[in-house]
């Protein structure tokens, strides 16, 4: 009976070893949580002004992460102190360095996502 015990115990040791050095090893993935906030003057946040079906808006972002933007059109995008990806209806990734402003007065990206770097 007491062989059974140590070799119990043993067993779960080793698993437990096991699984303690798995966690210590592998890396955690970054916590990444893109966040719709107030528009604000002096705020350095991603701010793009859009349009779909008649409706115009326009919204501000902050933090890194990626989030859908549901197909509207893009009129401007203002990156603030943020590096952008937008992702396009036709499967096309932008990228957009920080500090930049772009307006697309004639020919405006249906975008489907967007993703702050």
Request: net charge positive; glycine share 10%; hydrophobic share 40%.
């Amino acid at each position: 009976m007491i062989s059974k015990t140590k070799k119990a115990a043993r067993s779960f040791a080793v698993a437990f070893a096991a699984a303690a050095t798995l966690t210590m090893v592998v890396p955690s993935g970054n916590a990444f949580a893109i966040d719709h906030v107030a528009c604000r003057g002096g705020e350095n946040f991603l701010k793009i002004w859009s349009h779909s079906g008649g409706t115009q808006s326009v919204d501000c972002y902050a933090n890194g992460g990626k989030t859908s933007f549901g197909g509207w059109w893009v009129d401007k995008i203002s990156t603030g102190n943020n590096d952008l990806i937008y992702y396009d209806a036709n499967g096309d990734s932008v990228k957009i360095e920080r500090w930049h402003e772009i307006s697309f007065p004639n020919r405006p990206p249906k975008v489907n996502a967007i993703e702050i770097l």
